[in-house]
């Protein structure tokens, strides 16, 4: 029986693992569950689990969910803050941490559990984003195993041997035979958009997803395709890629989640409904796998599968990931915390659709621009995540 800590536990994510435990109940069990602010649904989920912990980030948020807790006579305990959530992830008692805090306030409890030597299940890319090599070079350090949950990188960690399986982040792909990593995304909803229509765009257009059932934070992101600029990011720490071994298609159909191309021409790819399901389950029970609760695919009901190339000028915020990415971990830094803002501001109608992927690239421009800049410990890499929030407010403000 494996315990795991759920970070990220009332979001899409979370219900998904919860989902996985529920059809493998003899091999998992929920030793704690952590949110953001959402009593509501953490008392719902405390009740129906009864996991050892509760922990809210919020600290009003935990004092209340105390309360109902009391009231409902669950014996769950309740911590609260950073440093609550960082004690349920680095638990003795834990087998397995699936991260899931959307953002960056996901990395310190991320790489909590990463220095508690854990089996990391990783859905927060932004751990990878802001910190990159030092993050995995304290997963070697500390015997920490890294498993990517994101469908992508999930569908490429597949489609790779077993040496690269083992040896993420520090894998030799040229050596392995492999030419390069074709990252697919759906194009959001407005892929045949008018380009010009896009500034008139409103946050429920943007949320509404063709193919997957995401939180409004990683809708948006996936309508400027700023998640796949991310996820390059994120490849490219994982599988130790140079920028010529990583390629993005669109893929409208989101049936196949990934592909490997290989120097003899081949090219394996993962392929199965989009349902996060199925990759959470294969990072939880790998090497083996487990009944996820995700139906086969129906061969006979596919239509067509149809690839693009992404045209920049309407996706923007994509070419400037890719741009960062190879810059350093300064401008990954810089432009996931702007990206955050920026988005922020378009959820709560103060911005316009268009106006993410300005904001984003003054912020990383101001960032790339500073004459003194150290990336060399967390405690920087945070500071460099504050500065770059407060130039995106004065730029959202301007």
Same mark, same amino acid.
Request: a negative charge; aromatic letters at 6%; glycine letters at 6%.
């Given at each position: 029986?494996?315990?795991?800590?759920?970070?990220?536990?009332?979001?899409?994510? #979370?219900?998904?693992? @919860?989902?996985? !435990?529920?059809?493998? =109940? %003899?091999?998992?069990? &929920?030793? $704690?569950?952590?949110? *953001? /602010?959402?009593?509501?649904?953490?008392?719902?989920?405390?009740?129906?689990?009864?996991?050892?912990?509760?922990?809210?980030?919020?600290?009003?948020?935990?004092?209340?969910?105390?309360?109902?807790?009391?009231?409902?006579?669950?014996?769950?305990?309740?911590?609260? #803050?950073?440093?609550? @959530?960082?004690? !349920?992830?680095?638990? =003795? %008692?834990?087998?397995? &941490?699936? $991260?899931?805090?959307? *953002? /960056?306030?996901?990395?310190?409890?991320?790489?909590?559990?990463?220095?508690?030597?854990?089996?990391?299940?990783?859905?927060?890319?932004?751990?990878?984003?802001?910190?990159?090599?030092?993050?995995?070079?304290?997963?070697?350090?500390?015997?920490?195993?890294?498993?990517?949950?994101?469908?992508?990188?999930?569908?490429?960690?597949?489609?790779?041997?077993?040496? &690269?399986?083992?040896?993420?982040?520090?894998?030799?792909?040229?050596?392995?035979?492999?030419?390069?990593?074709?990252?697919?995304?759906?194009?959001?909803?407005?892929?045949?958009?008018?380009?010009?229509?896009?500034?008139?765009?409103?946050?429920?257009?943007?949320?509404?997803?063709?193919?997957?059932?995401?939180?409004?934070?990683?809708?948006?992101?996936?309508?400027?395709?700023?998640?796949?600029?991310?996820?390059?990011?994120?490849?490219?720490?994982?599988?130790?890629?140079?920028?010529?071994?990583?390629?993005?298609?669109?893929?409208?159909?989101?049936?196949?989640?990934?592909?490997?191309?290989?120097?003899?021409?081949?090219?394996?790819?993962?392929?199965?409904?989009?349902?996060?399901?199925?990759?959470?389950?294969?990072?939880?029970?790998?090497?083996?796998?487990?009944?996820?609760?995700?139906?086969?695919?129906?061969?006979?009901?596919?239509?067509?599968?149809?690839?693009?190339?992404?045209?920049?000028?309407?996706?923007?915020?994509?070419?400037?990931?890719?741009?960062?990415?190879?810059?350093?971990?300064?401008?990954?830094?810089?432009?996931?915390?702007?990206?955050?803002?920026?988005?922020?501001?378009?959820?709560?109608?103060?911005?316009?659709?268009?106006?993410?992927?300005?904001?984003?690239?003054?912020?990383?421009?101001?960032?790339?621009?500073?004459?003194?800049?150290?990336?060399?410990?967390?405690?920087?890499?945070?500071?460099?995540?504050?500065?770059?929030?407060?130039?995106?407010?004065?730029?959202?403000?301007?």
């Amino acid at each position: 029986m494996q315990k795991i800590t759920i970070l990220g536990a009332t979001g899409s994510i #979370g219900a998904s693992t @919860l989902s996985v !435990i529920e059809h493998n =109940p %003899e091999d998992f069990s &929920v030793y $704690a569950l952590a949110a *953001g /602010s959402n009593v509501e649904k953490m008392l719902e989920l405390c009740r129906m689990w009864r996991p050892q912990y509760a922990a809210m980030a919020d600290e009003n948020a935990a004092l209340e969910l105390e309360k109902q807790l009391q009231r409902n006579h669950c014996k769950t305990k309740v911590v609260a #803050g950073i440093d609550g @959530l960082c004690e !349920i992830s680095s638990a =003795p %008692e834990v087998d397995m &941490v699936m $991260a899931a805090i959307v *953002g /960056s306030p996901g990395l310190l409890p991320t790489m909590a559990a990463v220095q508690a030597g854990k089996r990391i299940l990783l859905a927060n890319k932004e751990s990878l984003v802001m910190s990159g090599q030092f993050f995995i070079d304290a997963a070697k350090q500390y015997g920490a195993q890294i498993l990517p949950v994101d469908s992508e990188h999930n569908a490429i960690f597949q489609c790779l041997s077993q040496t &690269v399986q083992t040896e993420l982040g520090h894998c030799d792909l040229e050596a392995e035979g492999i030419h390069s990593i074709l990252l697919t995304g759906s194009g959001g909803p407005f892929r045949y958009s008018d380009i010009g229509s896009l500034d008139a765009v409103t946050p429920e257009m943007a949320i509404a997803h063709p193919n997957w059932s995401m939180g409004p934070k990683i809708s948006v992101d996936s309508a400027t395709m700023m998640n796949k600029g991310l996820e390059f990011i994120e490849a490219k720490w994982l599988f130790n890629a140079k920028q010529e071994q990583l390629k993005v298609l669109i893929h409208p159909q989101s049936v196949i989640h990934s592909m490997v191309q290989y120097n003899d021409g081949s090219v394996l790819a993962q392929m199965g409904e989009p349902d996060m399901r199925t990759p959470i389950a294969l990072s939880m029970s790998y090497p083996k796998r487990i009944p996820s609760g995700v139906k086969p695919l129906d061969f006979t009901q596919m239509s067509e599968l149809t690839f693009l190339a992404p045209d920049m000028a309407r996706y923007p915020c994509l070419q400037l990931a890719i741009d960062a990415c190879y810059t350093g971990q300064h401008a990954t830094t810089a432009i996931n915390a702007a990206n955050e803002v920026s988005v922020a501001a378009f959820l709560n109608c103060e911005l316009k659709f268009t106006d993410i992927a300005r904001i984003n690239e003054k912020v990383m421009n101001k960032v790339c621009a500073l004459s003194t800049l150290n990336t060399d410990s967390l405690e920087s890499l945070l500071e460099l995540d504050r500065i770059s929030r407060v130039y995106a407010a004065e730029c959202l403000r301007r």
